[in-house]
């Protein structure tokens, strides 16, 4: 066990408690036993110094372990969102040069012949759009292609195509 803040004071943490109570299951995750013990830890506020004296390595070992835990997350995540893509009912490829003004009109026409509601205003869906394109749209220009995927639930995913 070990407390949430470092200090004899807090609450104190038990690790194997805290990851089943979560689900986590080291055959089905992209993180491995210790990364998801510091990941745990580290969301509970405690510092990397007394996550090293608990598990018995070095503060560097855990600032290690933690940027690898978090780059695999990043992963997972990308891998779903390539994946709802791929499977998406509606996707519309948005060229370099597009207006980003045009991008909503475009999808609601998609999303219309495949039967497929979107639940975003015009101006949701352009900022959401414009926020998970990331530096592939520039004010109102898409710079780097893109592809706004639609799922039969109408949740948007948007990539970039290159």
């Known amino acids: 066990m070990v407390d949430s803040e470092g200090d004899a004071g807090a609450v104190e943490v ?7 109570s979560v689900g986590f299951d080291p055959e089905r995750s992209v993180l491995t036993r210790r990364q998801a013990e510091v990941l745990a830890l580290r969301e509970r506020g405690t510092r990397q110094a007394d996550i ?7 503060r560097a070992n855990v600032s290690s372990v933690e940027a690898s835990a978090r780059e ?18 509606v ?27 979107v639940n975003h205003t015009a101006p949701d869906l352009m900022k959401l759009v414009s926020d998970e394109a990331g530096d592939a749209v520039q004010g109102r220009k898409v710079v780097v292609p893109i592809l706004v995927g639609v799922t039969s639930g109408g949740s948007v995913r948007v990539r970039q195509s290159e």
């Open 91 to 117: 996707r519309v490829e948005v060229e370099t040069g597009a207006d980003l003004y045009d991008v909503p009109q475009r999808v609601y026409d998609a999303c219309d012949a495949a039967g497929v509601k």
């Open 14 to 20: 038990d690790v194997d408690e805290l990851l089943d």
């Open 72 to 89: 695999n997350v990043a992963k997972a995540r990308e891998t779903v969102a390539f994946a709802e893509a791929l499977a998406a009912p």
């Open 52 to 58: 090293a004296a608990l598990l018995g390595t070095s």
